[in-house]
């Protein structure tokens, strides 16, 4: 098998994965430096009517929505670690990807995960800020990576749900 080259899909999911990785990791420094939000732990951005957008911090030691979550030393490791393989698996992925919109949603993807392992090799935990609500009902507090992950997947899925089948090639079954 051949080695991927870098083409332009793979420059760009690259590039995105890139932005999102300094976007979340400029936002964390924000947070927790700046801002200095453990010592606030929740602060109110805006409230119209039923909805609103807070800033609430939270460590998550597990992964999305904190399943998998554990206080054992050895356990952010391992999930950083897992989240390892698996951002190097998608760059393979990026490498061959046949379009540019699977290219930039695997980059999201990338970038976003990337994030969060530097997050549990630092701090031993995710830091999520972003708490989103509506009519009586938390969503689960996120970041930016978080974010980029769940739009990438999205995408994916899009993708995956809206692709056309290969044209058949006269005398070769499709």
């Known amino acids: 098998m ?8 793979l420059r760009r999911g690259l590039l995105l994965a ?16 700046a801002f200095d939000l453990p010592a606030r732990r929740s602060v109110e951005l805006f409230a119209a009517g039923p909805v609103g957008l807070n ?30 393989v698996i951002a190097a698996f998608l760059l393979r992925w990026m490498a061959t990807a046949e379009t540019r919109r699977t290219a930039l949603a695997l980059g999201a993807i ?7 392992v530097i997050d549990r090799l630092r701090f031993g935990a995710v830091v999520d800020f972003v708490d989103a609500h509506g009519w009586g009902w938390h969503w689960y ?17 899009i ?16």
């Open 2 to 9: 051949a080695a991927p080259h870098a083409g332009p899909s």
């Open 18 to 33: 890139l932005l999102v990785l300094v976007a979340d990791q400029a936002s964390k420094w924000w947070i927790l430096e």
């Open 55 to 84: 800033l609430t911090m939270v460590w998550n030691r597990g992964v999305t929505f904190g399943l998998l979550s554990g206080s054992a030393p050895w356990h952010s490791w391992a999930l950083a670690a897992l989240a390892a």
């Open 110 to 116: 990338v970038g976003g995960a990337i994030g969060n």
């Open 141 to 157: 507090v996120f970041n930016v990576a978080d974010a980029a992950i769940v739009l990438g997947v999205a995408v994916l899925l």
């Open 159 to 174: 993708e995956a749900l809206t692709a056309r089948a290969p044209a058949e090639t006269p005398g070769r079954p499709a």
